[in-house]
């Protein structure tokens, strides 16, 4: 059954870094884009990050663009999620979730709408 499993969350001092993992079975990543997504209380669903198979390419939302990093690790069949200058308006849960192709494939990534499997989510806390 396809299953897609985030790990890594956790407490972290504002400016701090945390990695989180998107570990993928069922399936391999080859065929399909892994996006990043974050919801915190009261908050829409932000689309956070988007990385494409095949090819690889990779897609940011405006308000982590320069500190935050998506990769791909298809030997470990895993999507990582590298976050740097944590502030606290990064604290949400964070979620994981996969759609065929390319993130530019209908109508685009950002509002998560084509993404038909999700992952359980991880709590990220930015707090001193």
């Known amino acids: 059954q396809v299953q897609l499993v985030e790990s890594g969350g956790g407490l972290v001092q504002p400016g701090g870094s945390l990695r989180l993992s998107c570990a993928a079975s069922?399936?391999?990543?080859?065929?399909?884009?892994i996006g990043w997504f974050r919801q915190a209380p009261g908050k829409e669903r932000e689309g956070v990050s988007c990385?494409?198979?095949?090819?690889?390419?990779?897609y940011y939302g405006d308000s982590v663009k320069g500190r935050f990093t998506i990769s791909r690790d298809n030997a470990k069949n895993t999507v990582y999620l590298q976050m740097s200058s944590l502030n606290t308006e990064d604290t949400a849960v964070y979620y994981c979730?996969?759609?065929?192709?390319?993130?530019?494939?209908?109508?685009?990534?950002?509002?998560?709408?084509?993404?038909?499997?999700w992952g359980q989510g991880t709590q990220v806390t930015v707090s001193s």
């Open positions: 979730a996969r759609t065929r192709g390319k993130c530019t494939y209908y109508g685009g990534w950002r509002s998560g709408l084509v993404f038909g499997s």
């Open positions: 069922g399936f391999t990543l080859d065929a399909w884009a």
């Open positions: 990385i494409s198979s095949s090819d690889g390419s990779t």
